[in-house]
């Protein structure tokens, strides 16, 4: 029950971790965790890299910052992803996926719709949110004491063959068990994921982090204890709907939706 109740409730963190470092005795459970996941012939083509290293942390925290202001002041980030940004409640209730854009700051709060068109992009410009949020990205990552670097074998992730798709998926399975298993240790995880929308600012990664030929470093997480208040980031997002059965689920083939708890409840009344 400890497990599905996990699982349940596993969420990613936006806000700022606890100062405090992440004890050994945890850092080697998630990497235990991680290692349980199931893999290709038991390949495990998964590797990680644990950074503690105050001088690192901050030039990660920087390279993703830079990233971030980039991204959002040439308008790359909305272009891209704007068809999972959700503005109000109703439209979340419906659609049930992406994320609900709740926290905007207050001049930008009015145009909570327009703030990810054209004219929001210019208006954001003005009022300098880019640097605002290039900014709060940098001390979010480098006010985490832990980072997690993951990648894969380059023996195994082979891009074009069915074994990068494996190593990828092993590699999935390995991530989320450790993003399950955070929570029950008072600990949150986020993707440190802006500089890889930009291949320079990988390439940085790579060469902080001295990744060798034999390693394709596939992702960056930020983790930490997490603390009792609940400070938001200047703009923020909840992601807690999920589909609903019917929405992702099929019965017997793909030409029959599964029908939803409440359907089946109605149709007997007696379960
Ligand atoms: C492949 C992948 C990429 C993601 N990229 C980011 C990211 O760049 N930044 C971030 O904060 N969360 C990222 N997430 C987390 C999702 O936004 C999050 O899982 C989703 O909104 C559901 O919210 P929850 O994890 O709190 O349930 C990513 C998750 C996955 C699986």
Redesign the pocket.
Same mark, same amino acid.
């Given at each position: 029950m400890d497990l599905i109740d996990g699982i349940l409730s596993?969420? /990613?963190t936006?806000g700022p971790f606890r100062p405090e470092p992440v004890s050994r005795e945890h850092q080697h459970l998630l990497m235990r965790v991680a290692a349980s996941a199931p893999s290709h012939f038991n390949s495990q083509p998964w590797r990680f890299v644990l950074i503690e290293n105050p001088d690192t942390i901050a030039q990660v925290a920087e390279i993703s910052g830079q990233s971030m202001q980039q991204l959002i002041e040439q308008g790359v980030f909305f272009e891209r992803y704007r068809r999972y940004f959700r503005f109000s409640e109703t439209e979340m209730d419906q659609r049930r996926d992406g994320?609900y854009i709740d926290h905007l700051p207050g001049p930008l709060r009015p145009f909570t719709r327009q703030v990810f068109s054209d004219a929001g992009l210019n208006l954001m410009r003005r009022l300098g949110v880019p640097a605002r949020l290039g900014e709060d990205n940098r001390k979010l990552v480098a006010g985490s004491p832990l980072l997690l670097a993951v990648l894969l074998d380059r023996a195994e992730y082979r891009p074009g063959e069915l074994s990068a798709f494996y190593s990828v998926f092993g590699m999935?399975g390995a991530v989320v068990n450790i993003?399950n298993v955070v929570g029950s240790l008072g600990m949150g995880i986020?993707?440190v %994921? /802006?500089p890889m929308e930009i291949p320079e600012q990988w390439q940085r990664l790579r060469d902080l982090l001295r990744v060798p030929a034999t390693l394709e470093l596939m992702a960056v997480y930020r983790l930490g204890y997490l603390p009792g208040t609940d400070r938001r980031p200047t703009i923020d997002?909840s %992601?807690?709907h999920r589909k609903r059965l019917s929405q992702y689920v099929f019965r017997e083939t793909c030409a029959t939706p599964e029908r939803d708890a409440a359907d089946m409840v109605q149709a007997d009344p007696v379960g």
């Open positions: 596993r969420r /990613t936006n994320i999935g993003w986020q993707f %994921s /802006t997002w %992601s807690r």
